[in-house]
């Protein structure tokens, strides 16, 4: 879907959200609540400009009107793949990006993200994994490796990695396995404009993915996991522990 019509349907009161290239800038309204908007789309590549630019749009948001929500649009074919944008740092423009929107959180900013059409790997995680409340289109394209990719890394076999798929959402591409995994909070359907009003209402700072993906079987040991080093953390010295 096109990210112009996603935006006429998110904000039936108006917007004045504008391309500059792959670039989405601009605010709209959603019922009484103005948004600021950023995002991507034609499938870009998260370079060095696209993620500074991104989190020029977060800073400037702080700036210029306070506590006002802000909504990542999500278009992204991932992270750039470029010996010239390794050089220029493109691990440091992302984290950039991400310490942004982490500013804005604490800065009283609720920030919310839906995938509209593509979402993949780096692109994905600094913008769209950042947000307090993640939503993806039914059609929407998410995955941070393909099967292919997946088994030269792992040297799996792509066969054995396709039936893998079928019983586990961790390996398979797709918004709905995204939502089993609590990685994305809900599909958006049907009204827009409804799904964005109500994500804003249920977005909290905390992270609630570890227990989404418990709760939908789709993560069954990382809540656990997290839960053991926490209480082992917490033990005095010389007490038992999980690990001996």
Avoid at 32 to 49: K, L, P, Q, R, Y
Avoid at 52 to 79: E, K, N, Y
Avoid at 195 to 205: E, N, Q
């Amino acid at each position: 879907m096109q990210w112009a019509e996603v935006a006429e349907r998110l904000f039936p009161q108006g917007h004045d959200i504008a391309a500059d290239g792959p670039m989405l800038r601009g605010s709209g309204k959603c019922g009484d609540t103005a948004f600021a908007v950023i995002g991507t789309s034609d499938h870009v590549e998260m370079g060095v400009e696209q993620a500074l630019a991104m989190a020029r749009g977060v800073l400037d948001t702080v700036r210029s009107a306070p506590r006002r929500p802000i909504l990542f649009l999500v278009d992204t074919q991932g992270q750039r793949l470029r010996h010239r944008d390794e050089l220029l740092g493109i691990n440091r423009a992302m984290s950039h990006l991400a310490q942004c929107v982490e500013l804005a959180r604490r800065s009283g900013h609720r920030v919310l993200a839906l995938v509209y059409d593509q979402a993949l790997s780096g692109g994905f995680i600094a913008s769209g994994m950042m947000a307090d409340t993640c939503g993806a289109l039914p059609e929407a394209e998410i995955r941070v490796m393909n099967l292919p990719a997946m088994a030269r890394v792992t040297r799996i076999a792509e066969d054995r990695l396709r039936e893998l798929a079928k019983a586990s959402p961790v390996f398979a591409p797709g918004a709905i396995n995204y939502v089993q995994m609590g990685a994305v909070d809900a599909l958006w359907d049907g009204d827009l404009a409804q799904r964005l009003r109500g994500a804003l209402a249920d977005a909290t700072a905390g992270d609630r993915r570890r227990e989404l993906g418990f709760d939908r079987g789709g993560r069954k040991l990382a809540a656990q996991i997290v839960e053991r080093i926490v209480n082992t953390k917490s033990e005095p010295a010389g007490a038992g522990s999980a690990f001996g």
